[in-house]
């Protein structure tokens, strides 16, 4: 099945700084989310991103679906970014379940 | 809030016991999905419905099962647990089959003692 890699897995940041996580895909791809687990547990949607760049406040998200990656930017993080980002991508070819990545946790000090 | 609405937030229960979590979708959302999340295994895919019927199963055990009613609001089932059913369960829910993007819900704490 499809491999899912983020990168790094942990990160530690002070406030205000930019940080920039890493998701690459074994397959093709139709969809691509990222999300954001906070420390309570809920999973997040921060992004669905096939292909292309968005950006929505702080936050910036680019798939290169060609060459199987996207990144996930944040700018001037701060306490509340903390937690986990996951990748999930859904494969072409009617296997319809999202293969999420093991996660980036990040850490931001104030 | 994602729409996508969990019953219970929190179980406390004994081995050997059966409990069923909850999950209404996001208002005309089709499809379900049930996902698990424990500290050693990450989040694993365990089944997905679409429109009452099973469209893709994966790492789901034999003791556990689902259904998507008319309704559309799902229950995944957990029977003859074990210690190691411990996590949190999500559901998740979106427009179509694929190509949509997937909102989940707070989840369902499992503790298993």
């Known amino acids: 099945g499809i491999q899912v890699e983020q990168s790094p897995p942990d990160l530690i940041l002070q406030e205000g700084a930019n940080s920039t996580l890493r998701c690459n895909f074994s397959?093709?791809?139709?969809?691509l989310q990222w999300f954001h687990q906070n420390p309570w547990g809920q999973l997040i949607n921060l992004f669905y991103?096939?292909?292309g760049t968005k950006q929505n406040g702080r936050l910036s998200a680019t798939t290169v679906a060609t060459e199987r990656y996207s990144l996930l930017y944040i700018s001037s993080s701060q306490t509340t970014d903390s937690g986990v980002y996951f990748c999930?991508?859904?494969?072409?070819?009617?296997?319809?379940?999202?293969?999420f990545g093991k996660g980036t946790k990040l850490t931001v000090n104030p | 809030d994602s729409g996508v609405t969990q019953t219970p937030k929190h179980l406390i229960t004994a081995t050997g016991q059966r409990v069923t979590l909850r999950c209404s979708p996001r208002?005309?959302?089709?499809?379900v999905y049930w996902y698990q999340q424990s500290l050693d295994q990450g989040l694993q895919f365990l089944i997905q419905?679409?429109?009452?019927?099973?469209?893709a199963k994966g790492n789901i055990l034999e003791r556990f099962s689902a259904q998507q009613f008319p309704d559309l609001h799902s229950e995944l089932n957990l029977s003859s647990l074990e210690l190691g059913d411990s996590a949190l369960y999500f559901c998740?829910?979106?427009?179509?089959?694929?190509?949509?993007?997937?909102?989940f819900g707070e989840g369902s704490w499992l503790t298993v003692v």
């Open positions: 419905y679409y429109n009452g019927e099973e469209r």
């Open positions: 397959d093709s791809v139709n969809n």
């Open positions: 991103i096939p292909s």
């Open positions: 999930a991508v859904l494969t072409q070819g009617g296997s319809e379940k999202l293969v």
């Open positions: 208002s005309g959302d089709l499809s």
């Open positions: 998740a829910s979106s427009a179509e089959l694929s190509g949509n993007t997937i909102y």
